[in-house]
């Protein structure tokens, strides 16, 4: 079963940096587009960003341009979700999934179009 698996997370204060991995098992990068969504205590999972595998372009939500960075490594075939200038609004579970329909992003990213959720990786930022 295709599953990915992400890692990385942990309690980072207010300011701080964190790097999020992703193992995509399976299939290769250059399947599918992948996601990185999130989902705070009693929120909705929203999507934070989105790696092409047709041109390597990105798509960041507006809550983290300019402070997150996604890539993707495709000889190991993970990705991964750079964190910096990190806030308490970002405490949230991360996820990573693959856009089974599209292997370039689209805004805005459509969940329902991803699959192979992982268990995520708790993200908790303290003021």
């Known amino acids: 079963q295709v599953q990915f698996v992400e890692s990385g997370g942990g309690l980072v204060q207010t300011g701080g940096s964190l790097r999020l991995s992703c193992v995509v098992s399976s299939f290769a990068l250059d399947d599918y587009a992948i996601g990185w969504f999130r989902q705070a205590p009693g929120k909705e999972r929203e999507a934070v960003s989105c790696?092409?595998?047709?041109?390597?372009?990105?798509y960041y939500s507006d809550a983290v341009k300019g402070r997150f960075t996604m890539s993707g490594d495709k000889y190991e075939n993970m990705v991964y979700l750079e964190m910096n200038s990190l806030k308490p609004e970002d405490t949230a579970v991360y996820y990573c999934?693959?856009?089974?329909?599209?292997?370039?992003?689209?805004?805005?990213?459509?969940?329902?179009?991803?699959?192979?959720w992982g268990q995520g990786t708790q993200v908790t930022v303290s003021s």
């Open positions: 790696l092409s595998s047709s041109d390597s372009s990105t």
């Open positions: 999934a693959a856009n089974l329909m599209r292997r370039r992003c689209v805004s805005p990213l459509l969940q329902h179009e991803f699959a192979y």
